[in-house]
């Protein structure tokens, strides 16, 4: 057989000739990004998601603050990953990521605020809190770099949302079961070699029913992770390959709103609002029209079932204006901006505004301003606004709708993510962070394996390949 004939069965096999790598791993065996080890990033980001969502927020390992949760442990270990590997030539991404800028920017401006906190003089607690922010930090920088950089092609991105999409819809049932039953039924799950450290928030009233927050921390992390995830779950159902797993992603799409609906939170209402503003454009009149009918449905079983959830949620938007929750966080701007005038561009350290220490201000952007300053604020923002700018880079230049579909959710999220943090501390819930983590890295993934470039496409780790792939790519 001719060495002609074999590439363009293998191209048939790959999908498209310049996601071929070229490189013989021996005479006329050639090696495709469809590769995959026994241990990849996908597998590792996984485990990540699965111990991060379904393990309580207060099972942490012994001696260790809320950092010690497996799944934070996991993913410092992928930071770890990522940068040993950048020692390596031929084991490290070599194409061009803007996002590692973008997050290079975010990182020095949280090191520059944490150095000026130390030199301005902290206490122990702030002390302590500025080494658990920058240990954190790098724990979300890992989980962004495996997932722009490490995921080789889109079938190892679509392993990686059904685990994620699985894992939000347990979160939801165990939250609809918390609702339903008023159990907190995490308090009986317990974890070999893990013990409970902090206490369950369990249940708040409001209006006529009660909050429930599953396995994170608050009502509102679990509306804004359920809320996050729900576009991935419509993008399940529109296009998994079989029928059968497509009509489970629409159920799972049903209990993860349904979820959202038990928080009883304006973020997560919003944030489903800003899902919708974004995927409506790339939907097609038929699956607008399916959206509608069932959004009307399920509006009508809600009303029907919890007369007084149904009325808790109206009335959140309703009286928004003799809220208390509300007018209590404008009362905070005088106090705010009276620390921020003393620090004003590299803030007062990073990590040192403590809760209980000092009052919780249910706003990241205020947050981040008092801590790292103007230049952190300018950096969060800049790191958001990249992805979403990478994300509508592979929208553009999309060749199918699953790409284009993709893209747009990516998009939306980190749309979602500039506006939930003006309404909560965002980035000081570790399960929320994470997954919004996870979904910047989606737009560096979108964005790479879209390039017209095959050098950037096809540009994976590859430790058997050794200088060759190199040789070739540059001939």
């Given amino acids: 057989m001719t060495d002609g004939l074999a590439e363009r069965q293998v191209t048939d096999v790959a999908g498209h000739r310049a996601d071929l790598e070229p490189s013989l791993v021996s005479r006329r065996t050639y090696a495709t990004r469809r590769r995959v080890g026994k241990v990849d990033a996908a597998l590792v980001l996984c485990l990540v998601i699965v111990t991060i969502g379904l393990i309580p927020f207060n099972l942490i390992v012994p001696g260790m603050t809320d950092l010690g949760r497996p799944g934070i442990i996991v993913a410092l270990g992928l930071f770890g990953w990522w940068f040993i590997s950048r020692f390596t030539t031929h084991l490290s991404m070599r194409g061009p990521q803007p996002l590692r800028w973008a997050l290079l920017f975010f990182m020095m401006s949280v090191l520059i605020s944490y150095a000026v906190g130390f030199i301005r003089g902290l206490t122990t607690i702030e002390a302590n809190g500025a080494d658990r922010a920058l240990l954190f930090f790098c724990a979300l920088a890992g989980v962004i770099l495996m997932t722009a950089d490490g995921l080789p092609n889109w079938q190892r991105i679509r392993v990686v949302v059904n685990v994620l999409v699985f894992v939000a819809t347990v979160m939801a049932i165990i939250g609809l079961m918390q609702y339903v039953f008023h159990l907190d039924v995490t308090q009986y799950i317990a974890i070999p070699g893990l013990q409970s450290k902090l206490d369950a928030l369990g249940f708040m009233a409001r209006g006529s029913s ?140 990073t990590g ?119 040789s070739e790519v540059t001939r």
């Fill in 352 to 470: 040192t505004w403590l809760p209980p220490q000092y009052q919780i201000l249910d706003n990241q952007w205020l947050v981040t301003l008092l801590t790292n300053g103007v230049l952190g604020v300018v950096a969060l923002a800049t790191l958001h606004i990249t992805g979403m700018v990478l994300a509508y880079r592979a929208l553009k230049r999309a060749t199918t709708d699953e790409y284009r579909h993709f893209s747009t959710v990516a998009l939306s999220t980190q749309l979602m993510a500039l506006l939930v943090a003006g309404t909560f501390d965002s980035l000081g819930f570790t399960t929320y962070a994470v997954i919004m983590a996870l979904s910047l890295g989606f737009c560096g993934a979108a964005w790479r394996l879209t390039h017209p470039e095959p050098q950037i496409r096809t540009s994976t780790p590859r430790w058997f390949l050794g200088g060759a792939y190199r």
């Fill in 210 to 349: 009660y909050r429930v927050a599953s396995t994170t921390a608050h009502y509102i992390e679990l509306a804004t992770v359920l809320a996050f995830v729900l576009p991935y779950a419509v993008h399940v159902a529109r296009f998994a390959e079989r029928r059968r797993h497509r009509q489970l992603a629409l159920l799972a799409a049903g209990v993860i709103a349904a979820g959202v609906g038990t928080t009883i939170s304006r973020t997560g209402i919003l944030a489903i609002g800003v899902m919708f503003l974004c995927l409506f454009p790339v939907w097609n009149w038929r699956m607008r029209f399916n959206v509608a009918v069932l959004s009307v449905i399920m509006l009508g079983v809600l009303a029907a079932v919890s007369p007084g959830l149904y009325r808790s949620i109206f009335a959140m938007f309703s009286d928004a204006g003799t809220d208390t929750s509300v007018s209590a966080r404008y009362e905070r701007y005088p106090m705010v901006f009276a620390y921020v005038g003393q620090h004003p561009w590299l803030g007062r350290g």
